[in-house]
């Protein structure tokens, strides 16, 4: 199956919350409302600039979260969702303390606590659906799609009305790209979304300093062998010395 | 209760008592709450004092271990060696402390095995997990000869003392690696941690840090030591090692200088903000003010001065620790975090807890004794040092 994604028309949400009611049936979660995201909230609705901006887990291309992650509880799927496994996980949290987004949340009063955050209806997915938020949203404000076709029509729509739209598709570039794109009327540093990310992949940054390490093992090694090997010769020549002198003392 | 038991019970005695039995409740509400009834963390600040503290901290107030073993054994410099044992003492202490904190920190200790077969190399709390493993495995080994003495077992003991240096040689490396990995923890997050903190060169600053701090334990701990069991102070010794700190940390300002200027960040600096003022007061505490003492004869060849040089070096590397992981992040996250005081109490638990076994384990094991430099060797090495 190809990639997936969603493409979010910040201009066309009407901020009525069926997504986040669709999203706590579709994975059974208490029917409370909540404002931000949470262990039983995988998607909110922000309210920024009378414009209604909808939160959910980016699924990124390369997905900090699984980089992280000691034991590999997380995976990007080839249909573009990152899903976790709870079964792996040893709650280190440090997928929620690296995630750019700061999208995964935890279950802080439970004795065997998960992180949790969007599945992407994963399994929904695979059998051909879309995911329920889509499919709950009466304003057509997220579809969801093929990734290469939603960037093309994101590009189209931006386009072809240049006058309304920003001309940025968030989530396009950033951190190397994400699955759930934003396209926007107002300037995405003013509804709340972080615009100073890079371009770069985050994962890049930590496998920079751990590539090092066989050389480091390798190099550190050799170099703690030979100077041990130096500084013990020495220390066995000078009391070899100090033996010949005292022969010779005896000697003489 | 028995007078007499009364009686011997001092001051820091019972401070000890009184915090570890407020750490053991703090624990209780910890495994029957959940981190949530214990803790402040909260999903937009999910490592707080614990992981500053107890690991961060921890790891790095634990490095007198590899240096001095390095100094003694690789560089063979065995005038040393009276400050070997109490070092790898503490650093063992120092490490079984830290996985004692891992387990109260992590959301599913129980599953700590799974970082055994459930691989993933390119996450650096993988590369962490294995460090913490495999030297404190290193560090049991080091540790031991200690304990077989004392029970007279001389086959083990010749087995482990022939593998020495191959030993040292895997602490030094997994310590090297360890220490900055910790780090590396924080290259992830260039959006949340603060630019006076970010840098590319963290596993380098920490590394450096933590060699620094680990001079500064040793000279701490063996006088801490000397007052506790009566015993005689190695005072050239640390005296050199004080030396060897201050170059380190002559090294680290050079470095963060380079590194400011490379970043173009020099701006940082003067910014009127709290992260500024924390920067400095590391920076004044950990590095400037031990360098000044340092370079005075009249405090650097007093005992107390070279204590309080050492301590400032401590001081400033927790107030660096700290700031990384916590008040550096802070900004970042968009939320603000406070200890509650069940992390507190865990938190001074664990450290008194570490007193505790210290002094336990010197007053019962062979661990100052093994060596005694005679007084005429002192005097060479202080003629050698001025």
Same mark, same amino acid.
């Given at each position: 199956?190809?990639?997936?994604?969603?493409?979010?028309?910040?201009?066309?949400?009407?901020?009525?919350?069926?997504?986040?009611?669709?999203?706590?049936?579709?994975?059974?979660?208490?029917?409370?409302?909540?404002?931000?995201?949470?262990?039983?909230?995988?998607?909110?609705?922000?309210?920024?600039?009378?414009?209604?901006?909808?939160?959910?887990?980016?699924?990124? +291309?390369?997905?900090?979260?699984?980089?992280?992650?000691?034991?590999?509880?997380?995976?990007?799927?080839?249909?573009?969702?990152?899903?976790?496994?709870?079964?792996?996980?040893?709650?280190?949290?440090?997928?929620?303390?690296?995630?750019?987004?700061?999208?995964?949340?935890?279950?802080?009063?439970?004795?065997?606590?998960?992180?949790?955050?969007?599945?992407?209806?994963?399994?929904?997915?695979?059998?051909?659906?879309?995911?329920?938020?889509?499919?709950?949203?009466?304003?057509?404000?997220?579809?969801?799609?093929?990734?290469?076709?939603?960037?093309?029509?994101?590009?189209?729509?931006?386009?072809?009305?240049?006058?309304?739209?920003?001309?940025?598709?968030?989530?396009?570039?950033?951190?190397?790209?994400?699955?759930?794109?934003?396209?926007?009327?107002?300037?995405?540093?003013?509804?709340?979304?972080?615009?100073?990310?890079?371009?770069?992949?985050?994962?890049?940054?930590?496998?920079?300093?751990?590539? +090092?390490?066989?050389?480091?093992?390798?190099?550190?090694?050799?170099?703690?062998?030979?100077?041990?090997?130096?500084?013990?010769?020495?220390?066995?020549?000078?009391?070899?010395?100090?033996?010949?002198?005292?022969?010779?003392?005896?000697?003489? | 209760?028995?007078?007499?038991?009364?009686?011997?019970?001092?001051?820091?005695?019972?401070?000890?008592?009184?915090?570890?039995?407020?750490?053991?409740?703090?624990?209780?509400?910890?495994?029957?709450?959940?981190?949530?009834?214990?803790?402040?963390?909260?999903?937009?600040?999910?490592?707080?004092?614990?992981?500053?503290?107890?690991?961060?901290?921890?790891?790095?107030?634990?490095?007198?271990?590899?240096?001095?073993?390095?100094?003694?054994?690789?560089?063979?410099?065995?005038?040393?060696?009276?400050?070997?044992?109490?070092?790898?003492?503490?650093?063992?202490?120092?490490?079984?402390?830290?996985?004692?904190?891992?387990?109260?920190?992590?959301?599913?200790?129980?599953?700590?095995?799974?970082?055994?077969?459930?691989?993933?190399?390119?996450?650096?709390?993988?590369?962490?997990?294995?460090?913490?493993?495999?030297?404190?495995?290193?560090?049991?080994?080091?540790?031991?000869?200690?304990?077989?003495?004392?029970?007279?077992?001389?086959?083990?003991?010749?087995?482990?003392?022939?593998?020495?240096?191959?030993?040292?040689?895997?602490?030094?490396?997994?310590?090297?690696?360890?220490?900055?990995?910790?780090?590396?923890?924080?290259?992830?997050?260039?959006?949340?941690?603060?630019?006076?903190?970010?840098?590319?060169?963290?596993?380098?600053?920490?590394?450096?840090?933590?060699?620094?701090?680990?001079?500064?334990?040793?000279?701490?701990?063996?006088?801490?030591?000397?007052? /506790?069991?009566?015993?005689?102070?190695?005072?050239?010794?640390?005296?050199?090692?004080?030396?060897?700190?201050?170059?380190?940390?002559?090294?680290?300002?050079?470095?963060?200088?380079?590194?400011?200027?490379?970043?173009?960040?020099?701006?940082?600096?003067?910014?009127?903000?709290?992260?500024?003022?924390?920067?400095?007061?590391?920076?004044?505490?950990?590095?400037?003010?031990?360098?000044?003492?340092?370079?005075?004869?009249?405090?650097?060849?007093?005992?107390?001065?070279?204590?309080?040089?050492?301590?400032?070096?401590?001081?400033?590397?927790?107030?660096?620790?700290?700031?990384?992981?916590?008040?550096?992040?802070?900004?970042?996250?968009?939320?603000?975090?406070?200890?509650?005081?069940?992390?507190?109490?865990?938190?001074?638990?664990?450290?008194?807890?570490?007193?505790?076994?210290? /002094?336990?384990?010197?007053?019962?094991?062979?661990?100052?004794?093994?060596?005694?430099?005679?007084?005429?060797?002192?005097?060479?090495?202080?003629?050698?040092?001025?």
């Amino acid at each position: 199956m190809k990639s997936k994604a969603i493409l979010v028309d910040i201009t066309k949400c009407i901020g009525c919350k069926q997504c986040e009611a669709a999203c706590k049936a579709q994975n059974k979660l208490p029917e409370v409302e909540e404002t931000k995201l949470s262990a039983t909230a995988y998607t909110v609705i922000d309210e920024h600039e009378e414009r209604y901006v909808r939160r959910l887990c980016m699924h990124c +291309k390369y997905p900090t979260c699984e980089s992280v992650c000691p034991v590999g509880a997380f995976s990007k799927t080839e249909i573009g969702a990152v899903v976790y496994d709870s079964h792996k996980c040893i709650g280190c949290r440090y997928c929620m303390m690296a995630c750019p987004f700061q999208v995964p949340t935890y279950e802080w009063m439970s004795l065997t606590p998960k992180v949790q955050k969007c599945k992407f209806c994963y399994e929904k997915i695979l059998e051909g659906g879309t995911t329920a938020c889509v499919e709950a949203c009466p304003a057509e404000a997220a579809i969801f799609g093929d990734y290469n076709d939603l960037i093309k029509e994101a590009h189209r729509i931006i386009s072809e009305n240049p006058d309304k739209y920003v001309n940025h598709i968030y989530g396009e570039n950033e951190v190397g790209g994400t699955s759930i794109l934003y396209i926007s009327d107002v300037p995405f540093e003013k509804l709340g979304f972080k615009t100073h990310l890079e371009t770069q992949p985050l994962p890049e940054l930590t496998w920079s300093a751990l590539s +090092k390490i066989p050389s480091i093992v390798m190099v550190g090694g050799t170099l703690l062998y030979g100077i041990w090997w130096i500084t013990n010769r020495r220390k066995e020549v000078v009391e070899f010395e100090r033996k010949l002198k005292e022969n010779n003392e005896e000697n003489n | 209760m028995d007078k007499s038991f009364l009686s011997r019970l001092t001051f820091w005695k019972s401070v000890a008592i009184i915090l570890i039995t407020l750490g053991l409740y703090s624990v209780f509400i910890r495994f029957t709450g959940g981190l949530g009834a214990a803790t402040n963390l909260s999903d937009e600040f999910p490592w707080g004092l614990w992981l500053g503290f107890n690991i961060l901290c921890g790891v790095g107030l634990s490095a007198g271990g590899f240096t001095l073993c390095g100094i003694v054994y690789i560089f063979n410099l065995k005038d040393f060696k009276p400050l070997v044992r109490p070092a790898i003492l503490t650093a063992f202490l120092g490490y079984l402390l830290v996985i004692t904190a891992l387990m109260i920190e992590l959301g599913r200790p129980d599953k700590i095995w799974h970082t055994l077969i459930m691989w993933n190399p390119r996450s650096v709390m993988f590369e962490v997990a294995w460090c913490v493993m495999l030297y404190t495995t290193v560090l049991a080994l080091e540790f031991s000869p200690i304990v077989l003495e004392r029970l007279g077992w001389k086959t083990p003991l010749k087995i482990i003392k022939s593998i020495t240096i191959p030993l040292v040689i895997a602490g030094v490396l997994l310590s090297t690696l360890h220490q900055s990995s910790l780090g590396s923890l924080y290259l992830i997050v260039p959006n949340k941690l603060y630019g006076l903190w970010y840098s590319e060169l963290l596993p380098v600053f920490f590394f450096i840090s933590a060699l620094t701090v680990g001079c500064g334990m040793v000279i701490i701990e063996s006088y801490l030591s000397s007052r /506790t069991f009566k015993r005689e102070l190695e005072f050239p010794l640390l005296l050199r090692l004080g030396q060897v700190m201050v170059i380190l940390i002559m090294v680290n300002v050079v470095v963060k200088f380079i590194d400011l200027m490379d970043r173009n960040s020099f701006d940082l600096l003067f910014l009127n903000r709290t992260e500024t003022y924390l920067y400095w007061l590391e920076v004044f505490l950990g590095l400037i003010v031990p360098f000044i003492m340092m370079n005075f004869k009249k405090i650097r060849f007093n005992r107390a001065g070279l204590f309080y040089s050492a301590l400032f070096v401590i001081l400033g590397f927790i107030l660096n620790r700290m700031n990384v992981s916590v008040t550096g992040m802070e900004s970042g996250s968009g939320a603000s975090y406070l200890p509650s005081w069940m992390e507190v109490f865990i938190t001074m638990a664990i450290v008194s807890l570490g007193f505790v076994a210290f /002094t336990l384990i010197g007053k019962y094991f062979p661990v100052f004794s093994e060596v005694h430099t005679p007084p005429n060797k002192n005097s060479q090495i202080s003629k050698y040092i001025v």
